[in-house]
Nanobody, 125 residues
């Protein structure tokens, strides 16, 4: 059984930075793609960023391009989301997920097999 646990959320002022971590326990997921997603109050969950198993391919949602960076350290079984120049509209619960392929819009749960419970990021204006 794979468990994903997010950490690093909190309250930050607009323009500030946070780094989220996603730590895996259970079977190895070094061969899995990893993604970050977010859900703001009253809104649907949306894709934020993803990285393939080796870290050689990354993809980002348009609203976070140039501000967020996804990375992973397979030796530590941990993935990261560095968030810079945060805006109030980035406020949401951020969740990480792992799956055999990069997330795919239109697939149930974006095709991801394992999900963390999320960590709250609040950006004040």
């Amino acid at each position: 059984q794979v468990q994903l646990v997010e950490s690093g959320g909190g309250l930050v002022q607009a323009g500030g930075s946070l780094r989220l971590s996603c730590t895996r326990s259970g079977r190895t997921f070094s061969s899995y793609a990893m993604g970050w997603f977010r859900q703001a109050p009253g809104k649907e969950r949306e894709f934020v960023a993803a990285i393939n198993w080796s870290g050689g391919i990354t993809t980002y949602a348009d609203p976070v391009k140039g501000r967020f960076t996804i990375s992973r350290d397979n030796a530590k079984n941990t993935g990261y989301l560095q968030m810079n120049s945060l805006k109030p509209e980035d406020t949401a619960v951020y969740s990480c997920a792992a799956g055999p392929n990069l997330p795919a819009v239109g697939k149930v749960n974006y095709g991801m097999e394992y999900w963390g419970k999320g960590t709250l990021v609040t950006v004040s204006s």
